[in-house]
């Protein structure tokens, strides 16, 4: 039986504060346990997990299948670009075949917005998103609030700017909920055309101007600019955009802030939304967020199928 309050991980929307934290312990076993010589456990020997991608990931789909094969599971992988999808077949028939042939779980990342939401509702096994559309993308904010948490401790109180295109984002979404439910306070930063209306409904404050936003926040996670997404144009330019909303030390330090603490869920446009130096600068905690990922997607996988005992 699940330990988390839910059989699938859809969105942070509907999980609560308690399963966070309960992700959040289970991923300090396991980050112990991947820092090991032998950085593998039996936890999941018996289950076998399909990866089903319909979009391009190089961090998420990495991240899981080495979560996946660290727990021991049967890993396979499925690519739409090379699969009878291409055919005609339906999204809910593919599954059911994947299923048909004994696979306990499906990770899956699908351009719709609630695709996955769609799939848990007729199949019959966990489902986790691993990114949908501009809806949710649950694990990145999972990871991205377990790394702050390392860095800061207690996230009560403390102040998260997200920057960029908030519209396109299912990270900034995921990300306002975790946060939320752990006690932080986040604001948006962004070109108005880039920033959803229903934003302050979620009790996000928007700053228009980068220089105010960076003096007030304690984190500032840099998105990138989905062109993949946009259906109009949103600003003039990149560069302009660059101007206005690019991070940079010159900006850092004419805001005095030696303390931020920078993020960015990749894939990065460096010189876009954030200038290469300071990508590989103390600031970041880039790579940490990628390392913890494993980490905290072993967790969900384990705590979904059920086998909350010992990691070790
Ligand atoms: N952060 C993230 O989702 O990256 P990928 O698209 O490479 O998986």
Redo the contacts with the bound molecule.
């Keep these: 039986m699940s330990t988390l309050s839910t059989k699938h991980l859809l969105g942070i929307k509907n999980i609560t504060r308690e399963d966070i934290e309960q992700i959040f312990q289970t991923a300090d076993n396991f980050k112990e346990v991947i820092n090991r010589p032998i950085k593998k456990v039996p936890s999941l020997r018996d289950v076998t997990i399909a990866n089903i991608f319909f979009e ?6 990495l991240s899981f299948e080495l979560a996946e094969k660290r727990l021991s599971a049967d890993v396979v992988n499925f690519s739409a670009s090379s699969s009878s999808v291409k055919k005609g077949e339906t999204l809910v028939d593919t599954v059911n075949n994947i299923l048909a042939m004994k696979v306990d779980m499906v990770v899956m ?1 699908h351009p719709n917005p609630g695709a996955c939401v769609h799939l848990a509702r007729h199949v019959d096994c966990s489902i986790v998103n ?2 949908d559309g501009a809806h949710e ?1 649950p694990t ?1 904010a999972l990871l991205d609030a377990y790394s702050l948490r390392e860095k800061l401790g207690d996230l009560t109180g403390r102040k998260v700017l997200i920057v960029g295109d908030i519209l396109h984002s299912r ?1 900034a979404l995921s990300n306002i909920f975790c946060l939320q439910k752990l006690g932080a306070e986040v604001r948006v930063c962004g070109p108005a055309t880039m920033i959803p209306r229903y934003i302050e409904d979620l009790g996000v404050k928007v700053m228009l101007n980068l220089k105010e936003a960076l003096a007030w926040a304690d984190v500032a996670n840099m998105l990138r600019i989905q062109l993949e997404r946009q259906d109009i144009q949103y600003f003039p330019t990149l560069r302009e955009y660059s101007m206005q909303y690019g991070l940079n030390r010159a900006l850092l330090e004419e805001v005095g802030r030696k303390d931020l603490i920078i993020m960015h ?3 990065i446009n460096r010189g876009v939304e954030i200038t290469s130096d300071l990508v590989d600068s103390d600031y970041s905690i880039i790579l940490d967020q990628v390392e913890n990922g494993v980490a905290v997607r072993m967790a969900v996988l384990y705590l979904l199928a059920g086998r909350a005992k010992s990691s070790s």
């Design positions: 391009n990931s190089t961090r998420t789909k990342r691993a990114g993308h990145q990270v869920p990749g894939p």
